[in-house]
């Protein structure tokens, strides 16, 4: 008997092109310093139960008047059986299973992950209202002076958790969008307000778009909104990322029709907003404007094509204080590199960070994708032939009998990380998902300590979180 979670894998794989982009084979496996602090999706029993793919979102939070803080992590749970069940093809089952927030604890153990907040304690099931925790931020409410870290979700009630201690039971729902299935997806602090980015977007990353996004504004007391119209352009339906840059606050927006759009406004009340960036800067495939960074007095932005649909590479821009933006990677590049860092499976720029005075820039390789329908190809031979039934034919069952990982042999995925020391010359620290193939996105990424953490999405192992690049004092 095929278990449900195989015929999970075989639909969301087949949501996704896989039949092209084979790359050339790694040689050795390389994790470029980096220790693995985390067993997949936390731990065994969670993840068996949960599926813990992605560590959605990631923040080093200190409470007031603490000693030292910690490092967070938010997680989201079966995505990709979430994906299968919202269009329709796992039956009833949508896949809806429960986040979680843990923080790291060293003190205690090397792979110590302490749980302060999960659903499951929230939420009775079986369907829950949020299946992860998109974003973290940190923010002072400019209402009662309390620095909190504040956590937003996504789901058929996106909300707002928020703490001032970061202590398991500290935790409460500060906001919630009833009725309204989707993302909050970002938030960034500017001018002593916390913006929140939505996006109105009913499946797990994004590919309906239903409504244009909108920008909610916060003191810590009461939400309210501040553009509900997507901009005037209702083909953006999402608010995908936001930052706050040169005494403005800078939002990117999602639009699978004509590609994404970058605007700023100076506050909610102080004039019309302003396009910096549209039809996807250099292409309109390019759907998101998912990653945005500040680095050495430049704005940088990375793009994302919702699971490398189009089997095309993200782009990076960079924007100068004039609100003039050039290509860093992407077509006729400042940096020589074609979209994806010359490699199509590179779909998402997923996340960037500064430390050691590197950007570094993170990605999502769907070659992963690939290497997954290789692997399970006799399992999924074994599924057609079971959906088939008596019409199945002599050559599907002599298929299935055939070795997995033939063609896997040749094929070279899983996440890159990047990084520059000027923003423009590019290199490359690993480029196959630290050593497994599965390992497909550099999701989250923090610089603490000296020491670089990387969350790294994995839909079929569960998810894991490496350590390292440690900065030696002189």
Sequence with gaps: MISKRMRIQFVALCLVPFVCGLALPSCEPNTAGFVRISENGFDADDNAMDWNDYPQSMAYFIPDEAEQGHLYVGTSSGINELMAGTVGLLGNDTGERPPEIRRYRPDIGEMTWQRVLDYRDEEDGPVYTSTGFRNMAQYRSDSDGINRLYASTFGAEPAVWRTATGEPGSWERFYTITNSRGSIRAMAEHKGLLYLAIANDIEAGGAVLTTPGRILA???????????????????????????????????????????????????????????????????????????????????WGSMIFMGMYLKGCVLLRINKDDTWDTIV?????????????NRNNAYLWNMVEHDGWLYAGTADFTAIQQAFVDNLDNFVRLIIQQLGERATQHFADAAKREPGLVGVLTQGGADLWKSQDGVHWTPVFKNGLGDTYNFGVRTMRSVDGELYLGVANLWDGFEIWRGLKVVQD
């Design 330 to 342: 992407g077509p006729d590049s400042l940096s020589g590199y074609g979209p994806g860092f010359d």
């Design 218 to 300: 916060t003191d810590g007391e009461t939400v309210w909104p501040v553009m509900e119209d997507g901009f005037g352009n209702p083909d953006n339906g999402a608010i995908m990322s936001l930052i706050s840059y040169n005494g403005w606050l800078y939002a990117g927006t999602a639009n699978n029709k004509t590609g994404f759009e970058i605007w700023k406004f100076e506050g909610p009340e102080e004039g019309d907003p302003i396009q910096i960036v549209d039809e996807g800067g250099t292409d309109q495939r390019n759907q998101t404007a998912i990653t945005p960074y500040i680095y050495e007095g430049r704005l940088y």
